[in-house]
């Protein structure tokens, strides 16, 4: 069965040091996602990519930076790791057909300290 | 622009009691509508969505959505709440006329049922 999965599932690091989350989806999807989830904030989006080479800005994408080499993955970096980023990580992926719903990985807990 | 809103952060209901869940939404043309459900420490499952044409939706887990384009809502309902069924449950809008597959999802209500 087609999936979505990311790594690691938790991941714990410290001030300052370079971090990058894993996305690899199966379902062939051209545009991936990444969110970041906070208590009362909801789902907020970082970057996306609607193609290999391709990659968007989202509303919270400072600290943050992805990169699209082929259409499976889509690593998301966290440059220098602040505190602030502790959260939980989405990523999601969905097809090229517009009205079409998000398949979700099943998250990455992030803390640094 | 595109906004949806979830009115209430937390709702708690019997076993058997039926449940809504809220949902109001802003779009500047036609919306497309999803519900997604998250339980704990899972990724968000896809329960159901409004595209176009019959105005009650009827998704997973015998959850139904209704579509009221003169309210802007888009609440979700079960005839009888489970237990099971608590969760962290997410609406979200896409505007049609946009040319974007960016949803904006609202803050998520937490469902709480009681035994």
């Known amino acids: 069965d087609a999936e979505i999965t990311q790594s690691p599932r938790h991941k714990i690091t410290e001030t300052g040091r370079q971090v990058t989350l894993a996305c690899h989806q199966t379902?062939?999807?051209?545009?991936m996602f990444w969110y970041r989830q906070d208590l009362g904030h909801g789902l907020r989006l970082i970057h996306y990519s609607y193609g290999v080479q391709d990659t968007n800005k989202g509303e919270v994408s400072d600290g943050y930076s992805v990169s699209r080499s082929n259409t499976e993955d889509l690593p998301l970096t966290l440059e220098s790791a602040a505190s602030s980023q502790t959260s939980v990580y989405f990523c999601?992926?969905?097809?090229?057909?517009?009205?079409?719903?998000?398949?979700f990985g099943p998250g990455t807990r992030l803390t640094v300290l | 622009a595109q906004s949806v809103a979830q009115p209430e952060d937390q709702v708690n209901v019997a076993e058997g009691n039926p449940l809504t869940v809220k949902c109001t939404y802003s779009v500047s043309g036609n919306p497309y509508l999803f519900w997604y459900v998250q339980y704990p420490n899972r990724g968000l499952q896809f329960l159901l969505k409004?595209?176009?044409?019959?105005?009650l939706v009827k998704g997973s887990y015998g959850f139904e959505a209704e579509f009221n384009k003169s309210q802007t809502s888009f609440h979700l309902k079960k005839p009888s709440a489970l237990v099971s069924d608590s969760a962290l449950y997410f609406c979200a809008v896409r505007d049609r006329t946009g040319g974007s597959y960016i949803p904006t999802f609202g803050r998520g209500t937490s469902l709480i049922v009681h035994p």
């Open positions: 409004y595209i176009t044409g019959d105005n």
């Open positions: 999601a992926s969905t097809s090229g057909t517009d009205y079409n719903e998000q398949f």
């Open positions: 379902w062939n999807h051209n545009n």
